[in-house]
């Protein structure tokens, strides 16, 4: 668990050490206290507090202050420079720096940035160069593999900062093709849903699809989001594919599709409702 001093929240939130205290001890600013009675605040007070006490048009510095670094970042952040944050997040993450990656998507959701452009505005260009890079052989596998790692590890890191709302819009199931190995795009699928208000059922890699009849009747979704990346084999998939559009359209449930392995896949059937190309989509539909 990341936590920061009354200092460091102080320079997130833009005031003074002071006025930290003040709020914390009135109880306008959630804290930890230590065994030896110091304030430790998670990102998810930061966050809790923003959201109930700033204006709509507020700007705060998103991330601690420490150097010239820190406030070059902070400045692209507030100012949604995205082409820079992502050549930035990139060497981060081919450098394995998990901490520096996640302060950059705590940073750009903490300045009141949606998930979904966060997600089509960095991650998914960073995936995409790491592994175009790796297919111009100019990283190794291991080298891909870190990388990706790193940017998985701390977009799940993120999740725990995510607000939800209270009323929720109903369950939604987040799963895989059978053989698909790439779980990263459903992952930021999961947070989207879950921001919307959905309580979302993560099935991730490897989804057997014989126990897909027992999961609607046992915890009742009415959506599902089916991620493709890559297809081993296109006539095993596609009937992989029929059997769960299938079992949906017979539970009136609806389906949303989405990854390059729908090129390959016909997907027009009864139950599905939309193909989703961006992260914004799946925000959207």
């Known amino acids: 668990m990341i936590t920061y001093s009354t200092e460091e929240a102080a320079k997130i939130l833009g005031v003074n050490v002071s006025t930290i205290k003040r709020w914390s001890a009135s109880g306008k600013l959630n804290c930890i206290k230590t065994a030896g009675g110091h304030r430790k605040f998670e990102m998810q007070h930061l966050t809790e507090f923003v ?23 902070s400045e692209w952040i507030l100012k949604k420079k995205y082409d820079v944050l992502y050549k930035f997040t990139l060497k981060q993450a081919l450098n394995n720096n998990r901490q520096r990656v996640l302060q950059i998507l705590k940073g750009l959701y903490l300045a009141k940035i949606g998930l979904h452009e966060i997600y089509d505005g960095i991650v998914t260009p960073v995936l995409h160069e790491i592994g175009d890079l790796w297919e111009a052989k100019q990283i190794s596998i291991i080298e891909e593999h870190f990388a990706s790692q790193t940017m998985k590890d701390s977009i799940i890191r993120l999740q725990s900062l995510i607000a939800r709302p209270e009323i929720r819009k109903g369950v939604a199931m987040c799963m895989n093709l059978q053989n698909e190995m790439h ?26 699809q014989i126990y897909l009849q027992n999961i609607i009747e046992d915890f009742g979704p009415k959506r599902i989001y089916i991620s493709g990346t890559y297809v081993k084999e296109i006539d095993q998939t596609q009937k992989e594919l029929d059997l769960i ?41």
């Not at 006490?53 to 601690?64: E, G, M």
């Not at 299938?246 to 997907?267: H, M, R, T």
């Open 245 to 285: 559009c299938d079992i949906a359209e017979k539970n009136s449930v609806d389906v949303f599709v989405g990854g390059q392995a729908f090129n390959l896949l016909n997907y027009e059937k009864p139950a599905v409702i939309d193909r989703l190309y961006t992260f914004q989509d799946v925000y959207e539909k």
């Open 51 to 73: 959201e109930k006490h700033r204006q709509a048009n507020a700007t705060i510095s998103t991330i601690p202050i420490e150097n010239e670094e820190d406030l070059q970042l």
């Open 183 to 208: 779980d990263i795009p459903l992952k930021l699928v999961d947070h989207i849903l879950e921001y919307r208000g959905y309580k979302v059922l993560y099935s991730g890699q490897i989804t057997p």
